[in-house]
């Protein structure tokens, strides 16, 4: 029902940038918060960035300093730009979006996750 599509990923040398971008289409009634996550190599998926509804912003000690997560409501859609990126930020990333959809009879919860994209950063 509701749809994430994400572009941006790429191969970067280290101390370059990148910028993600992430679409949401589908009978959305409300976002209420959207966000980052990355799996690297043979570990665990984890949250990179997150936005709300209201601009509030959080980051993984990590990234905080060079990554920057912004969104456009109108559009619906949420950016992480990338600054300095070293090779340990490798990995795929995934958006992820929650909120409200319409079904035709009422709203109900949903959260989609994009099909991920690869950033790979070169020494």
């Known amino acids: 029902q509701v749809q994430l599509v994400e572009s941006g990923g790429g191969l970067v040398q280290a101390g370059g940038s990148l910028r993600l971008s992430c679409a949401a289409s589908?009978?959305?009634?409300?976002?209420?918060?959207m966000g980052w996550y990355r799996q690297p190599p043979a570990k665990q998926r984890e949250l990179v960035a997150a936005?709300?509804?209201?601009?509030?912003?959080n980051y993984a000690d990590s990234v905080k300093g060079r990554f920057t997560i912004s969104r456009d409501n109108a559009k619906n859609t949420v950016y992480l730009q990338m600054n300095s990126l070293k090779p340990e930020d490798t990995a795929v990333y995934y958006c992820?979006?929650?909120?409200?959809?319409?079904?035709?009879?009422?709203?109900?919860?949903?959260?989609?996750w994009g099909q991920g994209t690869q950033v790979t950063v070169s020494s």
């Open positions: 936005i709300s509804s209201r601009g509030i912003t």
């Open positions: 992820n979006t929650q909120g409200y959809s319409d079904y035709g009879k009422g709203v109900r919860l949903f959260d989609s």
């Open positions: 589908g009978s959305i009634f409300s976002i209420n918060a």
